[in-house]
């Protein structure tokens, strides 16, 4: 059981106040002092043994602290969602608590597809708030491993394709979640971009797709956000696992980067006691398990870090400077969180979560298609107020969506589902029907739903469909194995649970018919030209139905983008063209043989058009895009440029709309995609307001990784700026050229 935060604080309460009876507050435990005089301190007091306590768990979720000098324990929780339910000392049981319920706020894929940084911020924020009153000192996440697969099971849990995006986003969740004394872990570094073999597979990559793709929103993190640990991934990078590995490690994270934080492995993620000493290892958490469900008889003495580790130092195998290094990081850790004194006590599924949950959530709803139905006609969304007969079909309609998925499972204290939602606004006038049945969430296993069960459940819908005016379809993925859901990959792309056959017959049935799709992934949709309109919702946590009911309503105005591209088939996507071993590899190795051309830099660079591009979201409103303007037709290596843009509202409905910027180099040495994001920025309009955007181009948004000289470079020679609603609806196009 977890001794109260209360007790613990004891000693240290006591010997400060001594302290400061005396005068004589010990300088690691005096706030006012700098931090690095104070770590000094600490370590300089403490013994060998105990640097070595510091640095592995002694529970699942929770590293010790120095009892001796008072200085507390580390408590940890996923992530990255909201603060998970209680987890037992050491094993994967759940404890049974009454209190540990939340918010859950929605997916990372939607706060990505909000585009919008500071809802990002209070995203952080929220968490960390829950946190605190939860008790903990750490978050593990948010996640930022790269969108690279649809068949990728945790994609929900990171913020899509594209670096740019994903870098801009990241920052303020952690500075959100930092500033209550909270540490966040951005995870998992690096390359884990499928759940696949994630134990060992070894990925093999070029260091321009490295540096250009998969590390720059991990570098934000940890540069711009200052995110205070960070988490190793499973796998393995170019033959050593991703937990010790001196390149990303010691190299680029500390060398180049210049890290201070703690390195934590995933759970169960350090393999070998020497290389972690010696290739950026901080601190061992889940040793012996699988990282989600195994137990192992091994006592947290036996890991990696603890004995053995101490073994290697008596013997002199490895300087003691590599303890004192990961000690070091580790106090200043605990002394940014667990031994802060004045720090707020946060709260706990408050009605400010829930609105920010359900304010994220408005924004993350992406309409993908809205048409008429029939040639004339009003746009069948948003649904008229006069509607009568409404009915709701599919599992995703009732679900309880943070259940399952893997650690980002979330036990929520309320919880309004699509059906909820919709029932809040319509009343009485919707019926509901299941239409298909997913079965239970269970780790690694699969129900068997017979197909009995799925013909009758699908002609009952069909049958009721034909007497409704109106049909919204609720379906999509859900954080089932082998779906959303980690440790496992989905086997294909299209919709489970024979939903493109009911989508069909529901809409032969009823060609008034809405499809919402709730998914962290992209799905095939072999039934798109026969519906009128397609809703993407992802998974928007507490306030699911609430977002949902909004934008159908309309009484929210939708706003998302797209954080990621929807081929048209999987072999579509640029990690699929090159065959098995480049997705999902031959079960020990694999090439990211796409290298750079990820997302929509493959869809457009090889002219084979997405479904649904990166970028693309409608709203309920149209965007007038006027003429560009820019500071300069030539520019000269240091020098910025500025493009300036008037957007204007020409519809009858208030909105928002996020104004892209893209980057072409149509001269250079080498392969540059077609295009790449370079700026954003979400604005909001009346009916028939102007506003002018403006953009910085920044010497460094022109450059490409040098793998021959391990540096960036822009060469000179002629750009194209390409602003735009999406990565294809491009509006305006201002060629400069670099001198
Ligand atoms: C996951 C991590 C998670 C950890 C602790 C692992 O299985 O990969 O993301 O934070 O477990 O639950």
Not at 25 to 45: F, H, K, N
Not at 81 to 106: C, K, L, M, Q
Request: neutral net charge; hydrophobic residues 35%; proline residues 6%.
């Amino acid at each position: 059981m977890k001794p109260s935060r209360l007790l613990l604080s004891i000693p240290l309460a006591f010997s400060g106040m001594l302290a400061w009876a005396t005068g004589n507050l010990p300088i690691y435990q005096d706030e006012t002092r700098p931090m690095d005089e104070r770590v000094e301190d600490a370590l300089s007091r403490m013994t060998t043994q105990e640097k070595i306590n510091l640095i592995h768990a002694q529970g699942k979720f929770s590293s010790a602290g120095v009892p001796r000098l008072g200085i507390p324990d580390l408590w940890m929780s996923d992530g990255p969602h909201g603060v998970r339910a209680e987890i037992n000392w050491n094993d994967w049981g759940y404890s049974n608590r009454t209190n540990d319920s939340i918010t859950a706020f929605p997916a990372l894929t939607a706060l990505a597809a909000t585009w919008n940084p500071s809802l990002s911020f209070e995203y952080g924020n929220a968490i960390g708030e829950e946190a605190l009153y939860r008790e903990k000192d750490v978050m593990l996440g948010p996640g930022v491993n790269i969108y690279r697969t649809p068949l990728n099971g945790r994609n929900f849990e990171y913020m899509g394709e594209d670096p740019h995006l994903a870098s801009v986003l990241v920052v303020p969740y952690i500075k959100g979640m930092q500033q209550n004394g909270v540490a966040a872990s951005v995870k998992h570094f690096a390359l884990n971009n499928q759940e696949l073999w994630r134990g060992h597979i070894d990925v093999n990559l070029s260091d321009r797709a490295l540096h250009e793709i998969y590390l720059p929103a991990f570098k934000s993190a940890v540069v711009d956000g200052d995110s205070w640990t960070i988490m190793g991934s499973y796998n393995k990078i170019r033959g050593q696992h991703a937990c010790h590995n001196d390149l990303l490690l010691n190299k680029i994270l500390k060398e180049d980067w210049g890290y201070k934080g703690v390195v934590m492995t995933d759970w169960g993620g350090a393999h070998d006691t020497r290389e972690a000493a010696l290739y950026g290892l901080d601190l061992e958490m889940g040793s012996y398990t699988n990282g989600l469900t195994s137990e192992s008889e091994f006592t947290t003495d036996d890991y990696y870090m603890a004995k053995p580790y101490l073994a290697l130092i008596e013997k002199g195998d490895v300087p003691m400077s590599t303890l004192d290094d990961k000690a070091r990081r580790m106090l200043r850790l605990n002394f940014l969180t667990a031994m802060k004194r004045n720090k707020p006590l946060g709260s706990v599924a408050s009605p400010e979560h829930y609105a920010i949950a359900e304010k994220i959530g408005d924004e993350a709803i992406v309409l993908l298609k809205n048409a008429s139905v029939g040639k004339k006609g009003p746009k069948l969304l948003p649904l008229s107020e006069n509607i009568k007969n409404i009915l709701v079909v599919g599992d995703n309609a009732t679900r309880d969506l943070m259940k399952g998925g893997g650690s980002s499972e979330l036990k929520v204290k309320d919880n309004v589902t699509p059906l909820k939602g919709l029932q809040a606004i319509y009343g009485d006038r919707i019926k509901y029907t299941q239409g298909y049945r997913a079965g239970k969430p269970m780790y690694s296993n699969v129900e068997k739903i017979p197909q009995a069960i799925q013909d009758s459940l699908r002609d009952e819908a069909v049958s009721m469909a034909r007497n409704a005016d109106v049909v919204i379809f609720i379906g999509g993925l859900n954080k089932n194995h082998l779906q959303d859901c980690e440790a496992g990959d989905r086997i294909d792309y299209s919709l489970p649970f024979g939903q493109p056959e009911l989508i069909e017959a529901l809409q032969a049935a009823n060609p008034n018919l809405i499809v919402v799709l709730l998914s962290g992934n992209a799905v095939a949709m072999p039934w798109e030209k026969k519906v009128p309109a397609i809703v993407q919702g992802w998974y928007l946590g507490s306030m699911a139905g609430k977002s949902i009911a909004n934008v159908i309503s309309g009484k929210v105005n939708p706003s998302g983008k797209l954080p990621f591209s929807f081929p048209v088939k999987l072999e579509d996507n640029g990690a699929h063209h090159f065959g098995a071993i480049s997705y999902p590899g031959d079960s020990i190795r694999q090439e990211y043989l796409e290298d750079i051309l990820v997302g929509y830099r493959w869809h457009d660079t090889k002219k084979i058009p997405a479904f649904y591009p990166f970028g693309h979201g409608l709203s309920y409103t149209t965007w007038q895009y006027g003429k560009p303007s820019a500071s300069a037709k030539t520019i000269s290596e240091n020098e910025c440029l500025t493009i300036s843009i008037p957007i204007r509202n020409n519809g009858q409905t208030a909105g928002k709309e996020v104004v892209q910027l893209y980057i072409g180099d149509d001269q250079a040495s080498v392969l540059r995609p077609l295009k790449e994001l370079k700026g954003f920025e979400k604005i909001a309009l009346k009916p028939g307001e102007e506003k002018t955007v403006s953009f910085t181009i920044k010497p460094d948004d022109l450059k490409f990784y040098d793998d021959t000289t391990g540096s960036w470079k822009a060469e000179p020679g002629k750009f194209n700026v390409y602003i735009g609603s999406s990565s294809t609806d491009i509006r305006a196009t201002v060629p400069f050229e670099l001198k």
